[in-house]
C-alpha cells in the first residue's frame, strides 16, 4: 500500500542489475494486470507502476553509463543482444556477439520443463484432468468471473505463473531457469489442487504414494550404481553433445566422490 517503500524499489533494481529492465518490466506488469483484475483504476494502477519501476530503472541506467564509461560500443553491443535480439529471436552473427544466447527451443517448451520441475508433485493435477466430469455447456462469462473472483493469492499466484510462461514461451532462446520464479506459485497453486483433490479424488492420492516410492527406489538404485561404475562412459556411446556429456560426466564425478555432507 506504501508506493513510496524503498523495499519493491531496490529489489526491483537488484532484478535490473542481474536481468536487465525485465527485471522490473515483468514483476510490475503482472502486478499491474492483477490490481486491473481487481477493479482499480486504470490511470491510477498506471502511474503507481510507474512510480515503482522507474527508480530501479534509473539505477540500472546509471550502472549501464558507468559500464559504457569502460567498455563502450562492446557493451550496448551486449545489452542489445540480450534484451532486444534475445527476445527477437535475432542471430548471433547479426547481433555481433561471440557467445550464443541459448538453446533455441518450441513455444511449448516451458510447460514439460514446468510439469518435471514440480514432479512427482505435478501428477495428480495431470490425473484430475482425465477423471474430473466436465459440463457440456459452459458459460464463458461465469468461467471468467470465477476467474476474476478468485482469492487474492490465487489470483496473484495464477497471474503470475501465467504471464511468466507466455513471455519466456515467446522469444526462441529459452532455458529452464528463466521460469524460476514462477515456482514458489506454481507450489501454493498446487497445494491449492491437493487440498481439493483429496476429498473429490482420494484414490488418486494413493496412486501418488505408490509412484513416489517407486521413483525413489529408483534413484537410490542409480545413486548406489554411480557411485561404484562411472556412468558417463556409459551415456558417451547415445550421448554426443559435448555440453551435455560435460554435465554427465560433473554428475557422474561427483557421485563417485561425495562429500561428507552429501
Known amino acids: 500500500s506504501d508506493v513510496c517503500s524503498s523495499d519493491p524499489v531496490v529489489c526491483l533494481a537488484c532484478a535490473c542489475l542481474v536481468k536487465g529492465p525485465v527485471g522490473a518490466v515483468l514483476p510490475v506488469g503482472v502486478f499491474a494486470i492483477y490490481l486491473l483484475l481487481r477493479g482499480y483504476n486504470f490511470w491510477k494502477v498506471l502511474l503507481k507502476s510507474i512510480l515503482v519501476a522507474l527508480p530501479a530503472l534509473l539505477i540500472l541506467g546509471v550502472w549501464y ?79 471468467w468471473n470465477r476467474f476474476v473472483n478468485l482469492d487474492k493469492f490465487t489470483l496473484f499466484s495464477v497471474l503470475v505463473v501465467v504471464i511468466f510462461v507466455v513471455f519466456y514461451s515467446l522469444p526462441t532462446s529459452k532455458r529452464s531457469v528463466y521460469i524460476m ?64 556429456t560435460y554435465d554427465i560426466a560433473l554428475f557422474a564425478r561427483a557421485f563417485q566422490h561425495p562429500s561428507v555432507l552429501s
Open 65 to 143: 553509463y558507468l559500464a559504457y564509461q569502460v567498455k563502450g560500443d562492446s557493451f550496448l553491443t551486449v545489452v542489445f543482444a540480450e534484451n532486444i535480439g534475445r527476445f527477437l529471436g535475432m542471430k548471433d552473427q547479426a547481433l555481433g556477439i561471440e557467445y550464443t544466447l541459448g538453446h533455441e527451443g518450441p513455444i511449448w517448451y516451458y510447460i514439460p520443463a514446468l510439469i518435471l520441475g514440480l514432479m512427482p508433485w505435478s501428477i495428480i493435477p495431470i490425473l484430475l484432468l482425465f477423471v474430473l466430469k466436465y459440463k457440456k455447456k459452459t458459460n464463458t462469462s461465469s468461467l
Open 181 to 244: 520464479p514462477v515456482y514458489p506459485f506454481a507450489a501454493y497453486l498446487l497445494t491449492k489442487i491437493f487440498f481439493s483433490a483429496e476429498h473429490i479424488k482420494p484414490r488418486l492420492f494413493k496412486i501418488l504414494y505408490k509412484g513416489t516410492v517407486i521413483v525413489a527406489s529408483l534413484l537410490l538404485l542409480l545413486s548406489i550404481t554411480a557411485y561404484f561404475v562411472d556412468l558417463s562412459s556409459f551415456t558417451a556411446v547415445w550421448v554426443h553433445d559435448a555440453k551435455t
